[in-house]
């Protein structure tokens, strides 16, 4: 099941980010719901993708890499930080890691790949055989990688967006 989730995941990532193949096929959901928000801008294709920017290190793009940035949607963590503070008051690092990684996946389904990495890193930290962890610090610093941006540095990473309840 886990692996199936990362897949979609990793699949909702690349969607997120772009890429630079123009002529691969895109995929959509057809269970997603349009969003009747009149603050929200919809956005196409081509903002996410790298099609009509200047290749990098051209005299319209720096050549350095630039700050990370905190995005995504805000989500109600709250069941996630209760079962953290529950569980980090017990000595089971296991069952620690275990709750920053449940946080750390419903950041990055939210596209809260910042704050993810933070959750996945604190993961591997009480539970250094987290495998899928692992893969997602990798997958989240390729991403930042593949965008030209500096990823946060450990420790440095930010609590997710705050939620505002309806």
Known sequence: MRSALSI?????????????NASAPVQTNSNAVASTNANEHPQT???HST??????GSA???ATRTKWTQGGDP????????AISKVTKSSDKKAIGEAYFNRAVALTHARQYASALGDYRKAIKYDPDNAEAKQW??????IYDSMNKEA???????????????
């Open 51 to 56: 099609e009509n920017q200047p290749p990098p």
């Open 60 to 62: 319209n793009t720096p």
């Open 8 to 20: 979609l995941i990793l699949a909702t990532a690349v969607a997120a980010v772009g890429c630079s």
């Open 137 to 142: 610090i990798d997958q989240i610093l390729g």
């Open 45 to 47: 294709m081509i903002a």
């Open 75 to 82: 989500i109600d963590t709250a069941e996630y930080d209760s």
């Open 152 to 166: 946060p540095k450990e420790g440095e990473e930010p609590p997710p967006l705050p939620f505002k309840k309806s």
